[in-house]
């Protein structure tokens, strides 16, 4: 069996939550999961080894084929490098949010997801019932990077069998407004021609994007909302440097789709696991 999915494990509730949600996505793409911890020194390469059998043992009778992984390096990058190698096609990875001084210089996560090729599935503290993905949430704004995003939408629609919410970044500038149509006319079309089901909703410019956007999927129920990570251009500009992050981060601890906007090989085929 493939294990096209990764899962970074620091021992912690936060990275067992995300491993539990790859475990029920894993069911549905019929692929298996490969655990991996990075160490500090080879003397806790290999006490983790242990911690990570453990905890394969403590998961094993989900039905899910698991596989354990250790190496010496950092977060930042050695997961990218780990994905790479072991052939992933998705990294399901917890996040602790941003707290102290991570509001002034970043998120880690958003760090990780930067260094990778491979797409990522954000988790926090909560994961969705039953680790059902019924909604996805994705925003539509002026960003020509954000369309990106719809072949993993695509796939993800069929094969959890998901409703797509197109939420539409409306303002009142023709400029923006021009662009976001165009947008939101090819997402349309795209979801369409792969027959996928959805909705479209708009802002009410009354807060801020990521704000009104996490509120539209905390209303809805969302499962997911999916995003593409501008690292340094468009979207900060746009929107500021701190949306990709807060979105990653929220406070409704909705899981995370998030794609480099990056042209690379892996674009089109970012869910091999679907196929």
């Not at 059902?132 to 695509?154: C, F, G, R, Y």
């Not at 909302?225 to 500021?240: K, S, Y």
């Not at 909705?254 to 970012?270: E, F, M, R, W, Y």
Request: glycine residues 6%.
């Amino acid at each position: 069996m493939d294990h096209r999915i990764l899962v970074p494990i620091d021992f912690t509730e936060i990275t067992e939550n995300a491993l539990k949600y790859a475990i029920g996505a894993a069911k549905s793409l019929e692929t298996g999961i490969n655990l991996l911890h990075i160490a500090e020194n080879e003397t806790k390469k290999i006490t983790s080894m242990e911690a990570l059998e453990a905890l394969i043992y403590k998961h094993e009778g989900h039905g899910v084929s698991l596989k354990a992984h250790t190496r010496v390096g950092n977060i930042y990058d050695d997961i990218a490098a780990a994905a790479e190698e072991l052939g992933a096609g998705i990294i399901f990875m917890g996040t602790h949010g941003m707290k102290g001084l991570q509001r002034i210089f970043g998120s880690h996560a958003l760090k990780v997801i930067t260094s990778s090729k491979v797409p990522f599935v954000i988790t926090q503290d909560k994961i969705p019932a039953d680790n059902e993905i019924n909604d996805i949430v994705v925003p539509i704004d002026m960003a020509s990077e954000d369309k990106q995003i719809l072949t993993s939408v695509i796939r993800s629609s069929h094969a959890f069998n998901a409703k797509v919410h197109l939420f539409v970044n409306k303002r009142k500038d023709e400029f923006h407004e021009n662009a976001v149509a165009r947008n939101l006319a090819f997402s349309k079309k795209y979801l369409s021609d792969h027959e996928v089901n959805y909705t479209v909703s708009h802002t009410n410019e009354m807060d801020t994007f990521d704000r009104e956007l996490i509120r539209f999927s905390q209303n809805i129920g969302a499962d997911m909302v999916a995003i593409v990570n501008h690292h340094e251009g468009g979207l900060t500009n746009l929107l500021g440097s701190s949306f990709d992050q807060h979105v990653i981060t929220n406070d409704a601890r909705i899981p995370v789709l998030i794609t480099n906007a990056v042209d690379n090989t892996k674009v089109d085929d970012i869910f091999g696991v679907f196929k």
